[in-house]
């Protein structure tokens, strides 16, 4: 429970104005603060008190208790591209992120690797960013992904290391896979973390987004090992080492029976334009509502081959039909992170701007000078995207001839 | 048949802020509302309901939340659903994913028991974590789908659209089974009429405390939580970018080129 120290509580209503479920409030008879029943202890309030009149009290668990637990496991997610597996971006990036935690602790890096017999000639590469050891599980029953297969082999795992940290890519299969296993295992789990870090008690500091990116959260898991998180693709950098390690590869015999899985695949459906995946793209040409027509969207194509970029688009134009989900950018599509982010007749609802304000150059073109694009665009046009696009087109074509 | 959705009430996220200056939040008459996704999975529960007539399909509502989230499931009801069951104890508060889906699996298991299919919204949109369901899944030993945006029920296995990175899949799973939806039914959705919310106000919303599921104190709430808020604080502010006046679109395109050719691009 929410406890209140009334005679520190001076009646600021700082604590008022920061709950997010409108739960505390300065009861105008006494002028202290007042907790209601929606609290949900989330804790806005006690780190806005200048006072220390607020407090919530804690179960504590010694740390000695969870020093037996070492190593840093992440989950090396493969996808195929174009017929090819390769391990997806984001697992470089997590081993990035390990490299630096590990200024702090200095435990092994491992990767788990699940998929079909012959994957071993991929894992190479692992080595060059930061993997101490990886290993490897291959099975028939583990070529589709499933939740019920990834969960068993992965638990199995972890059982049998002891890691401090396990961490997954916050993508599609990862987010549905990291809370089977945490259930599984009774473990806390942070969602969606855009930021890790060690703190003087050694535990992981898991930062991520609420409400829609208007707040962040540092969470802790004191007293579960490992602790978990699934991370957002496109937060972290990859660090190539000059040197790889040394290949240290251990197979992990995999026992798994077809009726372990319970969920069948009878059908997959891709086509040729959703193969692009917009997560990776370093340039990402975006458009929205404010295109007009769906032939429109022809224009935006053009621009996107002549700066050689991927053409993403906001909610707005999945639903009207005019463009497929999988290119959608934002809180119900994807996370990206380019170099170049052009968003085009895009207002920039908060819904949308989650989905890529990280990314490094942020470019709009919108009509209305009030669109809320405008406040994380590094570079913004007030006009007619109509006007001003064709222009553009016509400059990058004469500097083509000019320098040739 | 026996449907549960699960749904949860939250504030309406475009509207809590960071007051830069004080670092506070700033809520300007947040309104709760019944999470979007979650009213996704009751269309889609209903929309099975209106396409199996034989299999008699009975559809129950349940949260975890504060006695306020009761708005949220007579909505619920209104747009269709049967029954409903509040969790709702001052103990309950502070519960993590963790806490939140034992408490959803003792609250089935204890007051509705047997169950064929649990649609679920594919994310809060407050914590945006997507991870109840799942966690609630395994905690019941029962397979989980994600990301479904159409559901049919063959006998006694469902066929799941699922979106996938690069297009969809269909999957089959035997029930029971839980599955999230990602997007409602494409059937135009019906808004309540004057009857339907008369007539939710008949049907049953039981409120139910953490002494009738004979939960200890120490599996619930912030003391059944593994992880833990520890700070809330703003996003950094990005420093403000040039904007110009793209009237003259000559100069305005020039303009981009330049800044684009600072950086290299073009
Ligand atoms: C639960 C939930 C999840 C959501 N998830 C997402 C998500 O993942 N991604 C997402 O994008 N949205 C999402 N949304 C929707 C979001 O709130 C907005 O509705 C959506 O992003 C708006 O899309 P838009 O900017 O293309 O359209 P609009 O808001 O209609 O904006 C069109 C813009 O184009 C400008 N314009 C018009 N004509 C021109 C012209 N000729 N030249 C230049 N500019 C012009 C207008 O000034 C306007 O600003 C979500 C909403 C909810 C409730
Ligand atoms: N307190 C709760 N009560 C009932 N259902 C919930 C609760 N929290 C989450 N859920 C369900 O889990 C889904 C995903 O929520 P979340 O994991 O919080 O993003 C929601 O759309 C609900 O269907």
């Known amino acids: ?404 | 048949m026996k449907i549960i959705v699960t749904i949860k009430q939250v504030p309406e996220a475009n509207k809590v802020a960071v007051n830069p200056k004080t670092g506070t939040l700033i809520r300007e008459e947040v309104e709760s509302i019944l999470n979007p996704f979650c009213e996704y999975a009751l269309d889609m529960a209903v929309n099975l309901k209106i396409q199996n007539p034989d299999l008699k399909v009975e559809i129950i509502v349940i949260s975890m939340g504060p006695p306020q989230a009761k708005s949220a499931l007579l909505r619920c009801l209104e747009l269709g659903a049967d029954k409903a069951y509040l969790f709702s104890d001052r103990a309950f508060a502070g519960s993590d994913v963790w806490a939140t889906s034992l408490t959803l699996k003792e609250g089935i298991l204890k007051k509705i028991g047997n169950f064929d299919l649990i649609l679920a919204g594919k994310q809060a949109i407050d914590g945006d974590t997507a991870q109840v369901p799942a966690e609630l899944a395994e905690n019941l030993g029962i397979p989980h789908v994600y990301y479904g945006f159409d559901v049919e029920i063959v006998k006694k296995r469902i066929n799941v659209k699922k979106e996938t990175e690069k297009g969809y899949q269909v999957i089959e799973v035997r029930l029971p089974a839980l599955v999230t939806i990602s997007k409602g039914p494409s059937s135009i959705r019906r808004l309540p009429s004057m009857r339907d919310i008369i007539e939710a106000r008949k049907k049953p919303i039981e409120i139910i405390d953490a002494k009738s599921l004979n939960m200890s104190e120490k599996r619930i709430g912030l003391n059944g939580s593994f992880t833990q808020v520890v700070k809330i604080f703003s996003p950094p502010i990005k420093e403000a970018g040039e904007i110009i006046d793209g009237n003259d679109s000559v100069n305005a395109a020039e303009k981009l080129f330049m800044f684009l050719k600072e950086k290299k691009i073009v």
């Open chain 1, 1 to 404: 429970m929410l406890q209140i120290n009334v005679e520190n509580c001076t009646g600021c209503k700082i604590c008022e104005q920061a709950c997010p479920y409108g739960a505390i409030i300065i009861d105008p008879e006494t002028k202290k603060a007042k907790v209601l029943d929606n609290c949900t202890l989330c804790g806005s309030c006690i780190n806005v008190c200048r006072y220390k009149a607020l407090s919530i009290k804690r179960v504590m668990i010694p740390l000695e208790n969870l020093k037996n637990f070492k190593g840093i496991i992440i989950w090396g997610e493969l996808e195929n591209k174009n017929g090819q597996l390769q391990f997806k971006k984001v697992v470089y990036e997590l081993l990035g992120k390990a490299l630096e935690l590990n200024k702090e602790i200095n435990e092994p890096i491992s990767v788990v690797v699940l998929g079909p017999p012959r994957i071993s000639a991929l894992i190479d590469e692992l080595f060059y960013y930061g993997a101490d050891i990886v290993y490897l599980c291959e099975h028939e029953l583990l070529q589709e992904f499933s939740n019920d297969g990834y969960t068993t082999v992965l638990t199995t795992i972890i059982i049998d290391k002891k890691p401090s940290i396990v961490l997954y890519g916050a993508t599609i299969k990862g987010r549905e896979l990291a809370p089977r296993i945490a259930a599984r295992l009774n473990l806390g789990l942070t969602a969606d973390c855009t930021g890790l870090s060690i703190n003087k008690q050694k535990q992981l500091v898991q930062t991520r987004p609420a409400f829609g990116g208007n707040i962040m959260a540092s969470i802790l898991s004191p007293y579960t090992r490992p602790q978990m998180a699934t991370v957002r693709p496109n937060t972290f950098s990859k660090i190539k080492l000059k040197q790889p390690k040394k290949c240290q590869i251990e197979k992990i015999s995999v026992k798994l029976e077809k009726q372990s899985i319970r969920t069948k695949i009878i059908e997959e459906i891709s086509s040729k334009t959703e193969l692009i995946n917009i997560e990776d793209a370093d340039i990402l040409i975006s458009v929205g509502r404010g295109i007009g027509s769906k032939e429109n969207i022809k224009l935006i194509y053009e621009l996107a081959q002549e700066l050689k970029g991927i053409v993403s688009s906001s909610r707005a134009l999945v639903e009207l039909g005019w463009t497929k989900h999988p290119i959608q950018v934002g809180q119900s599509g994807k996370t990206v992170s380019p170099q170049l982010y052009i968003a085009l007749g895009i207002s920039g609802a908060i819904q949308h701007l989650v989905g890529m304000q990280t990314s490094d150059i942020i470019v709009a073109i919108n009509s209305d000078p009030e669109a809320p694009i405008f406040k994380v665009a590094d570079f913004g046009i007030i006009g007619d995207l109509f006007e001003i696009i064709p222009q553009f087109l016509k400059l990058c074509r004469k500097n083509k001839e000019s320098s040739l």
